[in-house]
């Protein structure tokens, strides 16, 4: 599905993702990770073979959770749950945390580092299927 | 296993935290809540009878994690990634959820309003079992 134009806003922010995959054993696994969009994807940059590739590439159902920007009157903090299918390609991650190291770290920032600015990496990419949380994102409040 | 320290002093300070639980198909279900600490036990409490509930009554592998207060050397945010097992006990969420109002909303907040507070609730306990992500905590740097 697409990508609301709000959750692209926040993207834009560049909120501290929780990315979610489940372990061989079904138990969740997470990790904290920048984000970027390209298209109708979540992109994320890694440099090295991490854990959680090895999980998407056994188990593609991942979540991706991450503040939004505005408090509600309840008064609750927003939030962006994006469920969905992820897959893992070659190739790519420094161009894309090139690109995300300004937003994450402030202008001017760069990120990696010349010394592993030749490593290929891996990015992976996932397609959303729902989106929950609180805000005008969520199809409905799953909590 | 026992809560550090350097953990207890990132709680203290309000993190938004991501409760992972597993839906019953497997799948990661995500929400974000305010946690305290009771004893060696992290803390939620709920109103309702939500999703979470229900998944950790069936299963009660979770994960929590909020970020950290510091940004290290790389220079990358520290997180905290707690995994554990979660039980949930009825009754109590009242007294909680007003007890971490002022640490999530700032200082004199209330939450729940008058009307809510004849609410038993729930109570989310984790006993942990595990810490990762990025920081003094984080046993390995499991990614």
């Known amino acids: 599905m697409n990508i609301p134009q709000s959750v692209r806003q926040v993207i834009e922010t560049g909120p501290y993702a929780h990315l979610t995959t489940l372990n061989p054993d079904g138990a969740p696994q997470v990790t904290i990770v920048w984000v970027g969009i390209e298209g109708e994807e979540f992109v994320m940059g890694h440099l090295a073979l991490h854990q959680k590739i090895k999980n998407i590439r056994r188990d593609p159902r991942v979540a991706l959770s991450f503040l939004g920007l505005e408090t509600n009157a309840n008064p609750m903090r927003e939030y962006v749950v994006v469920h969905g299918h992820a897959r893992v390609t ?10 995300l190291a300004p937003i994450y770290l402030g202008q001017g920032a760069e990120f990696p580092p010349p010394s592993k600015r030749n490593i290929a990496g891996y990015i992976t990419r996932i397609v959303p299927t729902r989106f929950s949380g609180m805000g005008p994102w969520a199809e409905r409040n799953t909590r």
């Open 90 to 99: 070659e190739g790519g991650a420094v161009p894309l945390l090139l690109r």
